[in-house]
């Protein structure tokens, strides 16, 4: 062999060699290129080194450095493809790029929250402060001190759990307003959110456990008007535009009482289910607060007089989002809420 053959042949297992690497698809393939081309006993490159004691000896310098060369050459790119070919192997076994991607997770307010977030919010520019209190109340607030005789049949649309020793879980946010008069010198404005508890079946509009907001406002001097011009106003700030009405109603801790209705905004007006036909949706409860609980709680009822109203923020939620069943509102399930999510 000629040193000008040797050196053609270096360049031919140069092309080769490299295009023969760079298709290797798996570790045993290029395992097998390794063996081919720089094997110690066999491999393409160790062959040539054997033809250089045939060449003239000012020839062998040139050719042992041009083998040499490739030898790096082919040794530098086997390894890179090794890595290459490593690293694939591990991101393909902890990664499935084919998977849709996850959505991000955003929370929301219920409901429920968001109205009475806003029911807050327009009580507050009127002066109203929030009260709270226990939802386990004991009997005298309860009933005692709001005027409920306890062999009235008003009792039978609170019944409740009783947890003893005179306690229970509140029927209404009511027992609040003998607590706030018992601590506050009138004038008193105040708005009690909160949950109360009632033996009422689970149905398309009735929940044993809901959400009541309950308003108070006693001072000198205050009427009827003050109770109606008051809702009147806040149902206008609610709900627009919608139709509302007065009807006599009767509780005992109000004298005179009054339930506020307003026209269905699922049906407008002409009957579903939720309105139970009649195209009216009961939105609260109200009245002149009875002499009897500002003496229970021992405020001077001669002096003073005052209205009170209550109603339920969830019902109001249906009303404004046109949900259809009050168990919605209850089944913590991610895709109704979620479309509150503002
Ligand atoms: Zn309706």
Redesign the pocket.
């Given at each position: 062999m000629t040193l000008a053959e040797l050196l053609d042949q270096v360049q031919l297992l140069k092309s080769s060699g490299l295009s023969a690497i760079d298709a290797a698809s798996t570790e045993e393939s290029l395992s097998e290129e390794r063996t081919r081309l720089v094997g110690r006993k066999a491999g393409a490159l160790t062959e040539l080194m054997k033809a250089l004691p045939s060449l003239p000896v000012e020839e062998r310098r040139p050719a042992g450095a041009a083998i040499n060369d490739l030898k790096a050459l082919i040794d530098a790119a086997l390894d890179a493809r090794g890595a290459a070919l490593t690293q694939h192997a591990v991101r393909s076994t902890q990664q499935d790029l084919s998977l849709p991607g996850r959505r991000t997770w955003r929370g929301a307010k219920h409901p429920t929250t968001l109205v009475m977030e806003e029911i807050e919010g327009i009580f507050r520019e009127l002066g109203f402060t929030v009260a709270l209190g226990p939802e386990a109340e004991t009997d005298w607030y309860n009933f005692g001190a709001l005027n409920f005789p306890s062999d009235h049949p008003a009792m039978d649309m609170h019944d409740t759990l009783y947890l003893g020793d005179g306690v229970l879980l509140r029927t209404h946010t009511s027992p609040v307003q003998v607590r706030t008069l018992q601590r506050y010198a009138p004038p008193i404005r105040v708005l009690v959110p909160g949950n109360v508890y009632r033996r009422d079946f689970f149905d398309p509009s009735h929940a044993p456990m809901f959400a009541q907001v309950e308003g108070l406002a006693v001072d000198e001097g205050i009427s009827f008007v003050d109770l109606k011009a008051t809702l009147t106003h806040f149902t206008k700030q609610l709900l627009g535009s919608a139709r509302t009405r007065f009807r006599p109603s009767y509780f005992p801790f109000t004298e005179p009482s009054a339930e506020m209705d307003v026209e269905?905004q699922?049906?407008k007006g002409s009957?579903?289910p939720?309105?139970k036909g009649t195209?009216w949706?009961e939105i609260l409860g109200a009245g002149m607060v009875h002499p009897g609980v500002l003496d229970a709680a021992g405020v001077d009822s001669e002096k003073y007089t005052g209205w009170a109203f209550g109603m339920g923020p969830g019902r109001i939620a249906m009303q404004r989002y046109g949900i259809p069943d009050i168990r919605l509102l209850y089944d913590s399930d991610v895709r109704f809420l979620e479309q509150f999510a503002t």
């Open positions: 269905c699922l049906c009957g579903c939720a309105c195209g949706s």
